[in-house]
């Protein structure tokens, strides 16, 4: 999933509740409890089939449940559990190699407003994601589902999706085979369920409104007041109402780092995942900032269908020309490791306790004393590509979306790039919603990107990669990557999928380097010492439900 990181320096005073114009000045009408966190500033979509950020997925992962959920693990960890689902499914596998699996409801489903909620939702909702009128870029989420393909390709109709009621409680699902992750699949928050009668009457306003945006997890939405702040309440008729947890859930919208670390100082925001880049040695070594785990790497993508990317040559090149070391040393400095290919360490390969980075190498040196080989290779290959010395070489554009972070990277970038290899790189901040545009729809040649794990599998990271997917910035086309990933979804033997996965990254990194990858994330935060009973994901999701303390 989109790492969402933005920041606009406003220079505006803190006011109450708020701290900055993207904060949230307004109050708000919360009563009892509140945690008060910021994830970013305003959400491009809280639609959950269209969302494709970690921020809008935070919320919607505390207003929305799929058939498993998040939950703590005792330890402060998340582990998927049933949610929806009363228990795990029954599996049937069928002589063909697809296989059916049956899920229970729990009893007396209930959406925000009272209503039933009944296996049906989950068809309506699974068959909106697929149906390309739809243009979720998630749709591939559920690709194992029998037909979701074809449906996807315009082949068949969305009615043909291998999902159906049974009855009010029982859900059939058939899969093309025997998926290891399908209960984080369920866990998604595309897969969440949605009313059809909501968005049926406020088409694509559904979202704006309470009244409209009916869900069916533990907090359902009472306010949002646009660039200020989402108000989530309790949603008493969730199946256990009664939990721990704060009243409410105010997520304030907030994009400036000075702003947010003035309004975690002053105690007016709980939980906080930004802060300036020239603070953080100091909140280190106080220990304010925590540094936890994370499924996800930081890196550029380059448009492949633009020239002079289109040869691989020049690719390889710039992505040489990066000094990793530097950018995680003298810019990051809170833990990253210099990513010496695309899938993050900690993704576990076909043998028990293996490591699928390690297992696949690297497909270049990340020592830093190795950085100058690296620069003469990518010089040759500049040569050789036509441009001896960057002679020749277009001015070419790199978009980012602004905070102190990708601004730092940016620049940094910028300077390699024009001392190892000649090359004019002009840099180009943008708004949030302009940027993910800019760059989905490839109207660029190099782009800022990050990519969080979904599910904890290297698929993960590498079918996005796809011809036509829609979370493939690069726009990198190739037949026989399709093949390897088709291959690698075709299979449940394990051995077998990490063999075609690692063969596909071969292709992705090694040799037609349709990204460059920098680091690999790890996770800051600072929260209210005086809140207990916050659990989160590597995969960059953190949960507040069962937080105690609360004011």
Known sequence: MAKKLTILVLGLSLIAMGVSAKGGGQQSTAKGTTVTAVFGSEPNTIDPALNSAVDAAIYLSHAFEGLYKYADNGRGRAQAVPGQAAGAPKKTVNPDGTVVYVYTLRDNLKWSDGKALTAGDFVYTWQRLVDPATAADYSYMIDMVQNANEIMAGEKNKRELGIRAVNDKTLEITLTY??????????????????????????????????????????????????????????????????????????????????????????????????????????????????????????????????????????????????????????????????????????????????????????????????????????????????????????????????????????????????????????????????????????????????????NDPINFLDMFITGGGNNNSQYANPAYDRLIAAAKGTAVQADRMRYLHQAEDLLVGADYAVGPIYFYTQMYMMNPALSGMYYTPLGYFFFTNVKGAK
């Not at 309790?234 to 000075?258: C, I, Q, S, T, V």
């Not at 730092?408 to 949030?432: F, P, Y």
Request: charge should be negative; proline fraction near 6%; glycine fraction near 8%.
């Open 178 to 455: 025997d998926c290891p992750f399908f209960d984080e699949i369920a866990c998604f928050p595309a897969t969440f369920p949605v009313r059809q009668d909501a968005i049926q009457k406020a088409g694509d306003q559904w979202t704006f409104s309470p009244s409209t945006y009916i869900s069916n997890g533990p907090y359902r939405l009472k306010e949002w007041v646009h660039n200020s702040y989402l108000l989530f309440e309790k949603n008493p008729y969730y199946y256990a109402p009664a939990a721990g947890g704060p009243d409410n859930l105010r997520f304030a919208l907030m994009d400036d780092d000075n702003s947010i670390l003035a309004g975690f100082k002053n105690g007016e925001l709980d939980f906080i995942e930004q802060v300036p880049v020239d603070e953080i040695p100091t909140l280190l070594a106080s220990g304010d900032l925590k540094i936890a785990d994370y499924l996800g790497t930081y890196f550029v993508s380059i448009n492949t269908q633009r020239a002079p990317f289109t040869d691989p040559r020049v690719r390889k090149a710039f992505t040489l020309a990066i000094d990793r070391n530097y950018i995680i040393n003298q810019i990051t400095r809170t833990g990253q490791k210099p990513a010496s290919g695309f899938v993050p360490a900690g993704m576990a390969d076909a043998a028990p306790g293996s490591d699928f980075r390690k297992t696949g190498g690297d497909y270049y040196s990340i020592n830093s004393a190795d950085y100058q080989k690296n620069v003469a290779e990518a010089k040759r290959l500049l040569a050789e590509a036509g441009y001896p010395n960057g002679a020749g070489f277009p001015v070419v554009e790199y978009i980012y979306n602004t905070n102190d972070r990708h601004r730092a990277i940016a620049e940094a970038l910028q300077d390699m790039w024009r001392t190892a290899l000649g090359v004019t790189v002009t840099l180009s901040n943008q708004d949030w919603a302009v940027f993910l545009d800019t760059r989905k729809n490839g109207d660029y040649s190099i782009a800022r990107d990050g990519w969080i794990g979904d599910y």
